[in-house]
């Protein structure tokens, strides 16, 4: 295999001006790939091959109208989809009040609908990589999520289940759970006691970057990874394991 083909060259990333989705979006053109970035802020930063698009995750019209460009921006269908967008909130059950559960879950596990089923109509063929968390296979007394969890436990089923329905139309469907990474997003780090106390837990010693997870995905996007599919790819710094 050619190790240019081991990188996607043309890339929906959403999420792509801050965090995860940025340092997905910098390594795909880093690596030569072009880039249809999609948030819903398009201000914050450019790139050559960058392209950026506002869209609301959970409309199935404004991402159909960005999706729909992307042929034409990216030079050809794209060959991957990684969807970075989320949402991280944490509160405890008896104080989550029922919109706030469903915001959540309509970001992050309607999002993901949304943007795979956009992504299955514009791809030939290629990847789609979902991000989940590893807050859908571990519980966290510290930051209680009941709905941040589930939300992403749907996208891990989602992730299954579109593996199986795309397979046969030569489109990968794989996610990426990240562990704690050390991003805006990120509340743990507020706290030293409770950081140095992970730390001492965690097999790798140290929190986890954007970079480390845009690695992640990219692998699932490229033709190294041709032969998976249906995997759910934790970047946790071993935090499952122990």
Request: hydrophobic residues 50%.
């Amino acid at each position: 295999m050619r190790i240019e083909r081991l990188f996607p060259r043309r890339v929906i990333v959403t999420g792509a001006m801050s965090g995860i989705g940025r340092a997905t979006a910098q390594m795909v053109l880093d690596t030569g790939g072009r880039v249809l970035g999609v948030d819903l802020d398009d201000s914050a930063w450019s790139a050559p091959g960058f392209t950026a698009r506002t869209a609301d995750i959970t409309d199935p019209a404004s991402v159909a109208h960005v999706f729909d460009d992307a042929a034409e921006i990216l030079g050809g269908a794209p060959d991957a989809v990684i969807h970075c967008a989320g949402i991280y909130r944490f509160k405890s059950l008896l104080d989550l009040p029922l919109d706030e559960w469903e915001r959540i879950m309509r970001v992050n596990g309607t999002g993901s609908f949304v943007v795979a089923q956009a992504a299955a109509r514009a791809m030939e063929a290629g990847a789609i990589v979902l991000l989940t968390s590893i807050a859908y296979a571990s519980g966290d007394e510290e930051e209680p999520g009941a709905a941040y969890a589930a939300s992403k436990g749907a996208v891990v089923s989602l992730t299954r289940q579109l593996a199986v329905e795309l397979g046969a139309r030569g489109i990968r469907v794989n996610a990426v759970a990240p562990g704690v990474i050390d991003t805006p997003m990120t509340t743990i780090t507020q706290n030293e006691a409770s950081t140095a106390a992970m730390l001492a837990a965690l097999p790798a010693r140290r929190l986890g970057t954007a970079d480390d997870v845009a690695a992640a995905c990219l692998f699932l996007a490229g033709e190294g990874a041709g032969y998976i599919t249906g995997a759910v790819l934790p970047v946790d710094g071993g935090y499952l394991a122990s």
